[in-house]
């Protein structure tokens, strides 16, 4: 089965690239691709909650627009809320698409909410498999908890103890071997869910011992753990000159460091205009526009996104009493 990932129109910052690079990290009879951002032309104003109908037509539009296989299941990555706030759900009438809901995790940071919404991405194909549509769903799935991947879940926290589990009850087995789904199928999403699983265990067990993950930078991005810190080139290149500066800078002193800020900026500038690389190094310098403030806030309001708020001081770029800016985080690899 093809699944294809797709961020959704109202989803901002793409969390379809982080799902598919963990789950393309397993090989199996599964095959997940990254699908275009959904474009909508003349989008209706998101004024709230967007009905389960809704989505259903907009990936149908999708699959004509984008020429995708009718045999392709294709799941949206949803940042809008939907009716009834489910965390997921395959259409209901029956075509090979759904939708898994990665906002409103509300007591998890984006780092955490990672793995439940891995697990949903595996658990919305294998039910459309299983049930089809929204006859075969009825009486099927687990009302009380079992720890089964078919547990109807009310609540988000429930969700993370049948993730936890990563099982499959011998009831649904069978009934899974009956819509004529193959051993290899279920090698490859046992598999996953173990991952899903270890990682998430790693996960709790770090953030329990409260030790930051290591801080790294590896083909020009930086990533805290194994989690991409999304920012621009200019933030990066602001967030490697405070870490490699043990000078304590103020933003008005910056313009003492306008070379070391054009190296830096150098690593991550991927136009061909050494004067326009240039310019804007010295505009970050000069701090003119506010440049390097607001990068500077941006880049910390990036790291509280990804890392409990416990450990996030570790990654930021801290200003003292005096305004001095430094960050206690040391680079491991460069
Ligand atoms: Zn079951």
């Known amino acids: 089965m093809k699944i294809l990932i797709v961020d959704s129109f109202y989803t901002k910052e793409s969390f379809a690239e982080e799902v598919f690079s963990f789950l393309s990290e397993t090989d199996g009879i599964w095959e997940f691709e990254l699908g275009e951002r959904e474009d909508i032309e003349e989008p209706p104003p998101d004024t709230g909650v967007h009905s389960w109908s809704s989505i259903f037509e907009r990936l149908a539009n999708y699959r004509q627009a984008n020429k995708i296989p009718e045999e392709t299941f294709i799941l949206f990555l949803t940042r809008e809320a939907n009716w009834q706030n489910w965390f997921g759900m395959f259409d209901i009438d029956g075509r090979p698409q759904g939708f898994v809901q990665t906002s409103f995790w509300n007591e998890l940071v984006s780092s955490e909410s990672l793995y439940p919404i891995l697990y949903e991405v595996i658990a919305i194909p294998l039910h459309w498999r299983m049930f ?8 099927n799935v687990h009302m009380n908890p079992i720890g089964c991947i078919n547990d109807f879940c009310q609540d988000k926290k429930d969700i993370i103890l049948k993730l936890q589990t990563g099982n499959i009850c011998s009831t649904c087995y069978q009934k899974m071997m009956d819509v004529g789904m193959t051993e290899q199928e279920f090698d490859h999403i046992d598999e996953l869910l173990d991952r899903i699983r270890q990682q998430f265990r790693i996960f709790n067990i ?53 070379k070391e800020i ?49 450990l996030a001081e570790h990654y930021k770029i801290v200003t003292d009493n005096e305004g001095r800016k430094s960050i206690t985080a040391i680079l491991e690899n460069q």
Not at 132 to 139: H, I, N, P, S
Not at 274 to 294: F, S, V
Request: glycine share 6%; charged share 30%.
């Open 132 to 139: 089809k549509d929204a006859e075969g769903l009825e009486g």
């Open 262 to 310: 054009r190296e830096s900026y150098g690593r991550f500038y991927s136009g061909g205009d050494l004067a326009e690389m240039n310019d804007i190094a010295g505009r970050i310098a000069r701090n003119e526009d506010n440049l390097a403030t607001q990068s500077v806030s941006r880049i910390n309001s990036a790291i509280s996104r990804l890392v409990i708020s416990e």
């Open 206 to 258: 770090n953030r329990n011992k409260r030790r930051p993950a290591p801080l790294s930078l590896r083909n020009s991005q930086f990533y805290i753990g194994e989690n991409k810190l999304k920012l621009s080139p200019i933030q990066r290149a602001l967030y490697l000159f405070f870490l490699q500066t043990d000078h304590r800078p103020r933003t008005d002193e910056l313009r003492d460091y306008e």
